[in-house]
């Protein structure tokens, strides 16, 4: 039997985003050659890298600030930087909010205990596997799970944020629809301020995010790559996969006369 398809938060806020971006990027092997590293992905990978080994009981290597600025420079990624001074900059901007973070962390009163960190975890809805890798799982009390989601560049956090999240809604209903007899949470740390929020989609909730996935996926388990006809969006500013549109008339036809750099789309070759 073919392996199932799979389908995770990423994979679906992209198609939301772009069709074309989730055929390059995902179907079509020509993407892989345009691809480019990001600064900002290094970056919140470095800090993931840290805050997993902090947050993890079995792993007592980083417990202090020194040991996970150590660490930071251990698992430091360059990738994607312009310049060894921008990326200097942004490892300053990183210890910084580790020495943060891990104040904030020792200062709060203890509340439950971690589960689990950096776990993926998958649920069948039929046509195709939903997959979601979650940063945190803390057991508040028996019976209480709440997801703790780490993101590097914001600042502030507010719970409708949250509850419009895609992803955080998806892990709620993996977790939900695996565990029935938890109540799950999901929560958003600002890593740049420690700001954060927490909310609990009810069954309803649940019940409407899991049907929307199944008729997203369904579109994007149906779709026919070769007809995707991409259209200029705000979002074409500064893509990897630009040049591959701007081979498409439809695409150059459908560019602002105000967009910025339209004369500029490279070849592709």
């Not at 994607?80 to 904030?104: N, Q, T």
């Not at 740390?189 to 899991?210: F, G, I, M, T, Y």
């Amino acid at each position: 039997m073919p392996r199932k398809k799979s389908l995770s938060p990423t994979k679906i806020t992209t198609y939301l985003a772009c069709p074309v971006k989730y055929r390059y990027t995902y179907v079509d092997p020509r993407g892989k050659l345009y691809l480019r590293a990001k600064s900002y992905f290094s970056f919140g990978t470095s800090l993931h890298r840290v805050l997993e080994r902090f947050h993890d009981s079995a792993d007592t290597g980083v417990a202090t600030t020194e040991e996970a600025v150590a660490a930071l420079e251990e698992s430091w990624i360059d990738a994607g930087y312009e310049s060894a001074e921008d990326m200097m900059d942004a490892f300053g901007e990183g210890k910084e909010i580790l020495v943060r973070h891990i104040a904030a962390e020792q200062a709060r009163p203890k509340e439950g205990k971690t589960l689990f960190v950096e776990k993926t975890y998958q649920f069948d809805l039929g046509p195709f596997v939903l997959l979601g890798r979650i940063d945190r799982i803390d057991e508040i009390e028996p019976g209480k799970w709440r997801i703790v989601d780490y993101k590097s560049g914001r600042e502030t956090v507010t719970e409708e944020e949250i509850r419009n999240d895609p992803a955080m809604g998806i892990y709620q209903l993996i977790l939900k629809r695996k565990f029935p007899e938890n109540q799950i949470s999901a929560q958003i740390v600002a890593l740049k301020s420690n700001d954060r929020a927490e909310v609990s989609l009810s069954d309803e909730e649940l019940a409407q995010l899991e049907s929307d996935i199944l008729s997203i996926g369904g579109q994007i388990l149906a779709s026919d790559w070769d007809d995707v006809i991409p259209k200029w969006k705000p979002l074409c500013e500064g893509c990897d996969f630009r040049p591959l549109c701007s081979h498409n008339p439809d695409y150059l036809g459908s560019i602002p006369a105000s967009a910025s750099d339209s004369n500029n789309l490279g070849t592709g070759d």
